[in-house]
C-alpha cells in the first residue's frame, strides 16, 4: 500500500473577500471552481500556532487547565498560542508560549509535527514541539483574562494519553502531542535498548 498522506489540491479561486475583520483574524469569503461548477465557502483565515508538551525528567508533562468560552468548557491543554510576530520561527514561538504560560525555559526542543485544527472552518496549522530540559525562566509574566486563573498540572505522560484515550481530555491539538510525544518516547526508548 502507497504511505498516506495529504494531497495538495488547488482549485480555482474565482474571488475572495474578508466578510469579518475582528482582532486576531478575521474571516474570508472564497468563490472557487469546483469540478464543474463553483461553491463558496467562508473559513478563519488564521496566522497559525504552536503547541509545547513540555516533560520534566520524571516523565510529566505540563497540562494547562483553562476556560474557553465557545465551547463552554475549562479544558485542558498545552503551553500554545499564535504566530502572531511577523517572520518568527515557530519553535521561537514555543519558547515564548513557554516562558508566557508557564514561566518555563527548555533546554532541548524536538519536533513532534504539525496539524490542521479544523481544516473545515480555518487554516490554523499548529506546530508541535517536545520540550525538555525544564527550568524556571528568567522572569514571571502577568497573566490576564482567561490566563488569569489557569491551573498548572505535572501529569505522567501514559495517564495523559489515558485520558485522551478515553475520552476524558477532548482538546484536540492536546490529544495529537500528547499522543505523538508518547510515541516518540517510545521509540527513544526501542532506540536506547538497541530494538
Do not use: K
Request: one cysteine or more.
Amino acid at each position: 500500500m502507497a504511505q498516506l498522506r495529504d494531497e495538495p489540491f488547488a482549485p480555482e479561486v474565482l474571488s475572495s473577500a474578508e466578510v469579518y475583520r475582528g482582532s486576531v483574524w478575521g474571516v474570508l469569503e472564497d468563490r472557487v471552481r469546483y469540478g464543474d461548477g463553483e461553491i463558496v465557502r467562508q473559513y478563519i483565515a488564521h496566522p497559525g500556532a504552536v503547541a509545547v508538551v513540555a516533560m520534566d525528567e520524571d516523565g510529566r508533562v505540563l497540562l494547562i487547565q483553562q476556560y474557553r468560552h465557545p465551547i463552554r468548557v475549562r479544558d485542558w491543554e498545552l503551553p500554545a498560542g499564535l504566530l502572531d510576530v511577523e517572520g518568527e520561527d515557530p519553535r521561537d514561538a514555543g519558547r515564548r508560549e513557554l516562558a508566557e504560560e508557564a514561566d518555563l525555559v527548555a533546554a532541548d526542543w524536538e519536533p513532534l509535527g504539525a496539524i490542521y485544527s479544523t481544516p473545515g472552518s480555518n487554516s490554523e496549522l499548529i506546530h508541535v514541539y517536545l520540550a525538555t530540559g525544564l527550568s524556571a525562566a528568567d522572569e514571571t509574566f502577568a497573566r490576564e483574562d482567561e490566563e488569569a486563573d489557569i491551573r498548572l498540572a505535572w501529569v505522567p505522560l501514559s495517564e495523559a494519553a489515558d485520558a485522551v484515550a478515553e475520552g476524558r481530555m477532548r482538546n484536540g491539538i492536546l490529544a495529537f502531542a500528547i499522543l505523538a510525544a508518547e510515541r516518540s518516547c517510545l521509540a527513544a526508548e526501542r532506540r536506547r535498548r538497541g530494538a
